[in-house]
Protein backbone atom coordinates (compact mmCIF):
# COMPACT_ATOMS: atom_id res chain seq x y z
CA UNK A 1 0.00 0.00 0.00
CA UNK A 2 2.60 2.54 0.61
CA UNK A 3 4.11 2.04 -2.43
CA UNK A 4 0.91 4.07 -3.64
CA UNK A 5 2.58 6.97 -1.05
CA UNK A 6 5.97 6.31 -3.06
CA UNK A 7 3.98 6.80 -6.50
CA UNK A 8 1.83 9.69 -5.82
CA UNK A 9 5.31 11.82 -3.96
CA UNK A 10 7.32 11.19 -7.29
CA UNK A 11 4.56 11.87 -9.83
CA UNK A 12 4.04 15.54 -7.66
CA UNK A 13 8.32 15.60 -8.08
CA UNK A 14 8.86 15.71 -4.55
CA UNK A 15 12.57 15.64 -3.30
CA UNK A 16 13.99 11.84 -2.81
CA UNK A 17 14.81 13.07 1.18
CA UNK A 18 11.41 13.79 1.39
CA UNK A 19 9.69 10.50 -0.18
CA UNK A 20 12.40 8.64 2.26
CA UNK A 21 11.14 10.55 5.42
CA UNK A 22 7.30 10.06 4.20
CA UNK A 23 7.69 6.73 3.99
CA UNK A 24 10.02 5.73 7.31
CA UNK A 25 7.41 7.33 8.81
CA UNK A 26 4.07 5.92 7.40
CA UNK A 27 6.09 2.11 7.86
CA UNK A 28 6.86 2.97 11.88
CA UNK A 29 3.38 4.18 12.31
CA UNK A 30 1.84 1.22 10.76
CA UNK A 31 4.39 -1.40 12.53
CA UNK A 32 3.39 0.78 16.10
CA UNK A 33 -0.66 0.60 15.52
CA UNK A 34 -0.39 -2.96 14.10
CA UNK A 35 -3.49 -2.44 11.64
CA UNK A 36 -3.99 -2.47 7.75
CA UNK A 37 -4.03 1.46 6.27
CA UNK A 38 -7.91 0.95 5.70
CA UNK A 39 -8.29 0.45 9.44
CA UNK A 40 -7.06 3.07 10.67
CA UNK A 41 -8.72 5.91 12.70
CA UNK A 42 -8.18 9.47 13.99
CA UNK A 43 -7.58 7.92 17.52
CA UNK A 44 -5.18 5.88 15.92
CA UNK A 45 -3.24 8.51 14.85
CA UNK A 46 -3.51 10.40 18.59
CA UNK A 47 -2.64 7.67 19.74
CA UNK A 48 1.13 7.35 17.96
CA UNK A 49 1.20 11.20 18.32
CA UNK A 50 0.64 10.38 22.10
CA UNK A 51 3.42 7.65 22.16
CA UNK A 52 6.15 9.90 20.13
CA UNK A 53 5.17 13.05 22.58
CA UNK A 54 8.20 12.73 25.49
CA UNK A 55 10.24 10.51 22.78
CA UNK A 56 11.16 13.37 19.85
CA UNK A 57 11.27 16.76 19.24
CA UNK A 58 7.96 18.82 18.15
CA UNK A 59 9.71 19.18 14.61
CA UNK A 60 9.93 16.12 14.51
CA UNK A 61 6.05 15.50 15.57
CA UNK A 62 5.28 17.59 12.64
CA UNK A 63 6.96 16.10 10.15
CA UNK A 64 5.76 13.08 11.33
CA UNK A 65 2.15 14.17 11.26
CA UNK A 66 2.61 15.77 7.63
CA UNK A 67 3.86 12.47 6.44
CA UNK A 68 0.54 10.62 8.00
CA UNK A 69 -1.62 13.43 6.50
CA UNK A 70 -0.63 13.39 2.81
CA UNK A 71 -0.92 9.29 2.93
CA UNK A 72 -4.68 9.24 4.42
CA UNK A 73 -5.90 12.29 3.17
CA UNK A 74 -4.27 12.60 -0.13
CA UNK A 75 -3.50 9.14 -1.37
CA UNK A 76 -6.12 7.11 0.29
CA UNK A 77 -8.66 10.43 0.80
CA UNK A 78 -9.68 9.26 4.66
CA UNK A 79 -10.79 12.48 6.48
CA UNK A 80 -9.08 10.84 9.92
CA UNK A 81 -6.74 13.95 10.31
CA UNK A 82 -9.30 16.81 10.04
CA UNK A 83 -7.22 19.91 11.73
CA UNK A 84 -10.05 20.40 14.42
CA UNK A 85 -9.31 16.66 15.50
CA UNK A 86 -5.36 17.21 15.21
CA UNK A 87 -3.53 20.28 16.51
CA UNK A 88 -0.14 20.19 14.98
CA UNK A 89 2.72 20.54 18.22
CA UNK A 90 4.13 23.89 19.05
CA UNK A 91 7.54 24.50 18.13
CA UNK A 92 9.56 26.99 19.51
CA UNK A 93 10.86 29.74 18.24
CA UNK A 94 14.44 29.82 18.45
CA UNK A 95 16.90 32.68 16.56
CA UNK A 96 19.47 31.32 14.25
CA UNK A 97 22.71 31.39 15.16
CA UNK A 98 24.97 34.17 13.83
CA UNK A 99 28.60 34.08 13.74
CA UNK A 100 30.34 37.35 14.06
CA UNK A 101 32.81 38.65 11.12
CA UNK A 102 35.71 38.44 13.25
CA UNK A 103 34.72 34.61 13.84
CA UNK A 104 33.86 33.74 9.98
CA UNK A 105 37.30 35.41 9.59
CA UNK A 106 39.13 32.86 11.85
CA UNK A 107 36.72 29.90 10.53
CA UNK A 108 38.16 30.37 7.13
CA UNK A 109 41.58 31.12 8.02
CA UNK A 110 41.84 27.22 9.68
CA UNK A 111 41.08 24.59 6.95
CA UNK A 112 44.71 24.01 5.31
CA UNK A 113 42.82 21.97 2.38
CA UNK A 114 42.14 24.69 -0.25
CA UNK A 115 38.77 22.65 -1.36
CA UNK A 116 37.45 22.99 2.39
CA UNK A 117 37.93 26.73 2.65
CA UNK A 118 36.00 27.08 -0.43
CA UNK A 119 33.65 24.59 0.47
CA UNK A 120 33.39 27.84 3.78
CA UNK A 121 34.01 30.77 1.62
CA UNK A 122 31.06 29.55 -0.78
CA UNK A 123 28.08 28.81 2.30
CA UNK A 124 29.14 31.88 3.60
CA UNK A 125 29.85 34.48 0.49
CA UNK A 126 26.75 33.39 -1.13
CA UNK A 127 24.33 32.13 1.39
CA UNK A 128 23.68 28.35 0.37
CA UNK A 129 22.37 25.45 2.50
CA UNK A 130 24.74 22.93 2.62
CA UNK A 131 22.61 20.51 0.57
CA UNK A 132 22.86 23.21 -1.88
CA UNK A 133 26.60 23.85 -1.83
CA UNK A 134 27.46 20.09 -2.16
CA UNK A 135 25.73 19.44 -5.47
CA UNK A 136 27.09 22.94 -6.82
CA UNK A 137 28.71 21.52 -10.43
CA UNK A 138 31.50 23.48 -12.52
CA UNK A 139 28.71 24.04 -15.27
CA UNK A 140 26.63 25.95 -12.95
CA UNK A 141 29.08 28.82 -12.16
CA UNK A 142 29.92 31.79 -14.12
CA UNK A 143 33.26 33.01 -13.15
CA UNK A 144 32.74 35.80 -15.67
CA UNK A 145 29.61 37.61 -14.19
CA UNK A 146 30.25 36.41 -10.53
CA UNK A 147 27.34 34.29 -10.70
CA UNK A 148 26.05 30.83 -10.28
CA UNK A 149 22.70 28.61 -10.59
CA UNK A 150 20.92 26.65 -7.61
CA UNK A 151 19.32 23.78 -9.16
CA UNK A 152 16.43 21.83 -7.18
CA UNK A 153 17.70 23.74 -4.26
CA UNK A 154 14.39 23.58 -1.15
CA UNK A 155 10.86 22.87 -2.36
CA UNK A 156 12.58 21.39 -5.68
CA UNK A 157 13.58 25.11 -6.97
CA UNK A 158 16.09 26.90 -9.05
CA UNK A 159 17.64 30.32 -8.23
CA UNK A 160 20.74 32.42 -8.93
CA UNK A 161 23.16 33.14 -6.66
CA UNK A 162 25.75 35.92 -6.35
CA UNK A 163 29.90 34.81 -5.75
CA UNK A 164 31.79 36.48 -4.30
CA UNK A 165 35.00 37.93 -5.86
CA UNK A 166 37.28 36.39 -3.51
CA UNK A 167 35.54 33.26 -3.56
CA UNK A 168 36.07 33.52 -7.65
CA UNK A 169 39.95 33.72 -7.27
CA UNK A 170 39.97 30.79 -5.36
CA UNK A 171 37.88 28.65 -7.55
CA UNK A 172 39.47 29.61 -10.58
CA UNK A 173 42.98 28.18 -9.15
CA UNK A 174 41.36 25.37 -7.86
CA UNK A 175 40.00 24.21 -10.90
CA UNK A 176 43.09 25.26 -12.79
CA UNK A 177 45.05 22.65 -11.00
CA UNK A 178 41.80 19.74 -10.19
CA UNK A 179 42.28 16.47 -12.41
CA UNK A 180 39.76 14.67 -13.58
CA UNK A 181 36.25 14.88 -15.28
CA UNK A 182 33.73 14.98 -12.15
CA UNK A 183 31.24 17.69 -13.17
CA UNK A 184 31.18 18.99 -9.37
CA UNK A 185 33.13 21.86 -7.43
CA UNK A 186 33.50 19.89 -4.10
CA UNK A 187 34.09 16.40 -5.60
CA UNK A 188 35.38 12.95 -4.28
CA UNK A 189 35.46 9.93 -6.70
CA UNK A 190 32.63 10.06 -8.92
CA UNK A 191 30.40 12.25 -7.07
CA UNK A 192 30.23 14.78 -4.95
CA UNK A 193 30.52 15.30 -1.38
CA UNK A 194 28.22 14.43 1.42
CA UNK A 195 26.26 16.96 3.70
CA UNK A 196 26.98 15.21 6.35
CA UNK A 197 31.13 15.50 5.92
CA UNK A 198 30.30 19.02 4.89
CA UNK A 199 29.12 19.61 8.57
CA UNK A 200 32.01 17.86 9.87
CA UNK A 201 34.30 20.01 7.76
CA UNK A 202 32.50 22.85 9.41
CA UNK A 203 32.54 21.54 12.89
CA UNK A 204 36.39 20.98 13.14
CA UNK A 205 37.18 24.35 11.61
CA UNK A 206 34.95 25.96 14.41
CA UNK A 207 36.36 23.97 17.07
CA UNK A 208 40.36 24.86 15.48
CA UNK A 209 39.33 28.60 15.41
CA UNK A 210 38.47 28.65 19.26
CA UNK A 211 34.87 29.32 18.54
CA UNK A 212 33.42 27.91 21.37
CA UNK A 213 29.94 27.74 20.81
CA UNK A 214 28.45 24.55 18.31
CA UNK A 215 29.07 26.13 14.95
CA UNK A 216 26.97 24.30 12.00
CA UNK A 217 26.75 24.60 8.46
CA UNK A 218 23.43 26.67 8.69
CA UNK A 219 25.10 29.53 10.51
CA UNK A 220 27.45 30.38 7.71
CA UNK A 221 23.99 30.81 6.06
CA UNK A 222 22.27 32.80 8.33
CA UNK A 223 25.48 34.78 9.46
CA UNK A 224 25.21 36.03 5.17
CA UNK A 225 21.82 36.90 5.49
CA UNK A 226 22.65 39.13 8.62
CA UNK A 227 25.57 40.63 8.16
CA UNK A 228 23.95 41.83 4.27
CA UNK A 229 21.05 43.29 6.17
CA UNK A 230 23.34 45.23 8.97
CA UNK A 231 25.47 46.50 5.56
CA UNK A 232 22.03 47.71 4.55
CA UNK A 233 21.13 45.33 1.87
CA UNK A 234 17.40 45.68 1.23
CA UNK A 235 15.37 42.75 3.01
CA UNK A 236 13.27 41.69 -0.24
CA UNK A 237 16.42 41.44 -2.13
CA UNK A 238 17.77 39.30 0.72
CA UNK A 239 15.03 37.12 0.44
CA UNK A 240 15.60 36.26 -2.77
CA UNK A 241 19.29 35.70 -2.74
CA UNK A 242 18.35 32.98 -0.28
CA UNK A 243 15.30 31.22 -2.15
CA UNK A 244 12.75 32.18 0.44
CA UNK A 245 9.26 31.77 -0.65
CA UNK A 246 7.76 33.95 2.22
CA UNK A 247 9.49 37.23 3.34
CA UNK A 248 8.52 36.22 7.00
CA UNK A 249 11.09 33.93 6.77
CA UNK A 250 13.69 36.53 6.08
CA UNK A 251 12.49 38.51 8.42
CA UNK A 252 13.79 36.01 11.77
CA UNK A 253 17.31 38.24 10.73
CA UNK A 254 15.85 41.46 11.96
CA UNK A 255 15.69 39.97 15.26
CA UNK A 256 19.20 38.79 15.53
CA UNK A 257 20.99 41.86 13.91
CA UNK A 258 23.11 44.00 16.57
CA UNK A 259 23.38 46.33 14.58
CA UNK A 260 20.54 48.48 15.40
CA UNK A 261 20.57 47.50 19.32
CA UNK A 262 24.05 48.63 19.50
CA UNK A 263 22.99 52.11 18.61
CA UNK A 264 20.94 51.89 21.80
CA UNK A 265 21.74 54.25 25.03
CA UNK A 266 20.83 52.14 28.23
CA UNK A 267 18.11 54.14 30.04
CA UNK A 268 20.84 52.89 33.35
CA UNK A 269 23.80 55.04 31.55
CA UNK A 270 21.58 58.07 30.64
CA UNK A 271 20.31 58.09 34.04
CA UNK A 272 24.03 58.03 35.51
CA UNK A 273 25.38 60.50 33.03
CA UNK A 274 22.49 62.82 34.11
CA UNK A 275 23.41 62.29 37.98
CA UNK A 276 27.11 62.96 37.12
CA UNK A 277 26.09 66.19 34.89
CA UNK A 278 24.34 67.74 37.97
CA UNK A 279 26.92 66.93 40.27
CA UNK A 280 29.56 68.25 38.11
CA UNK A 281 27.96 71.02 35.08
CA UNK A 282 31.21 71.21 33.50
CA UNK A 283 30.95 67.20 32.77
CA UNK A 284 28.82 67.94 29.65
CA UNK A 285 31.55 70.14 28.48
CA UNK A 286 34.14 67.55 28.99
CA UNK A 287 33.41 65.80 25.73
CA UNK A 288 31.00 62.72 27.05
CA UNK A 289 28.38 62.32 24.73
CA UNK A 290 24.87 62.07 25.44
Do not use: W
Not at 214 to 242: K, N
Request: net charge positive; glycine share 4%; aromatic share 8%.
Amino acid sequence: MLSKLETELKIRNYSPRTIKAYLIHNRKFLEFIKKSPEEITTDDVKSYMAFLSDRVSARSRNLVLSSLAYFYSKVLKKNILAREELERPKIGKKLPTVLSRDEIEKLISVPKNFKHRILIKMMYGSGLRVSECVKIKIEDIDLQEKTGRVQGGKGNKDRNIYLSEDCIKDIQEFLATRKGSNPYLFNVGDHHICARQAQKIVQHSAREAGIKRRVFCHALRSSYATHLLEDGTDIRVIQTLLGHEYLETTQIYTKVSTAQLKKVKSPLDMLLYQKKNKENPQYEDSGVTK
